[in-house]
T-cell receptor, first 111, second 111 residues
Framework: GESVGLHLPTLSVQEGDNSIINCAYS??????FIWYKQESGKGPQFIID?????DKRQGQRVTVLLNKTVKHLSLQIAATQPGDSAVYFC??????????FGAGTQVVVTP | NAGVTQTPKFRVLKTGQSMTLLCAQD?????MYWYRQDPGMGLRLIHY???????AKGEVPDGYNVSRLKKQNFLLGLESAAPSQTSVYFC??????????FGQGTRLTVV
């Protein structure tokens, strides 16, 4: 079936550097994508979203890029901080709110 | 607002026992979901509901049942627990196809 996957299971980033987390999706009909952050022992929290009619969206210190040609999604975190250490999931909307989640990328911020 | 509240937070069951996980949301969301999260995997949809009195199967529904008798509550039942159901369970709710808000999770161990 269709799936969403992440290229890197673990990403180690030095504090202050920028982080880039990648995600590949295969359902060309998906029209809405979300990035979630999950800290240890907590539920996922919404970070940023993007619709398929856009290729870039910016939030506070985060930017999501969407390349529909190659079905690729990325999350960029500027000036990574210790509080950014978490697992990051991308999710694609299959239909009316049903989302397919990727396996997640563990981001570890080192001092 | 409390958001999405799950009870209990932890539970240990013996194989064959039954239990019900309760999810409550105070955001007046129409859509509610139950996911399970296993190590190294993303969230997988068990069952979902698009409104009071309606439920539907997700990606991994076998061994689970749900009920949505009230708009704010979504119950997940395990009739006869199996070790394969050891997991962390997350409830979520959303307003239509927008981002989902997740609870803190229920860690279930079946021995």
């Amino acid at each position: 079936g269709e799936s969403v996957g992440l290229h890197l299971p673990t990403l180690s980033v030095q504090e202050g550097d920028n982080s880039i987390i990648n995600c590949a999706y295969s359902n060309s009909a998906s029209d809405y994508f979300i990035w979630y952050k999950q800290e240890s022992g907590k539920g996922p929290q919404f970070i940023i979203d993007i619709r398929s009619n856009m290729d870039k969206r910016q939030g506070q210190r985060v930017t999501v890029l969407l390349n529909k040609t190659v079905k690729h999604l990325s999350l960029q975190i500027a000036a990574t901080q210790p509080g950014d250490s978490a697992v990051y999931f991308c999710a694609e909307n299959w239909s009316w709110g049903k989302f397919q989640f990727g396996a997640g990328t563990q981001v570890v911020v080192t001092p | 607002n409390a958001g999405v509240t799950q009870t209990p937070k932890f539970r240990v069951l013996k194989t064959g026992q039954s239990m019900t996980l309760l999810c409550a949301q105070d955001m007046n969301h129409e859509y509610m979901y139950w996911y399970r999260q296993d190590p190294g995997m993303g969230l997988r949809l068990i069952h979902y509901s698009v409104g009071e009195g309606t439920t539907a199967k997700g990606e991994v529904p076998d061994g689970y049942n749900v009920s949505r008798l009230k708009k704010q509550n979504f119950l997940l039942g395990l009739e006869s627990a199996a070790p394969s159901q050891t997991s962390v369970y997350f409830c979520a709710s959303s307003y239509g196809s927008a981002e989902a808000f997740f609870g803190q999770g229920t860690r279930l161990t079946v021995v």
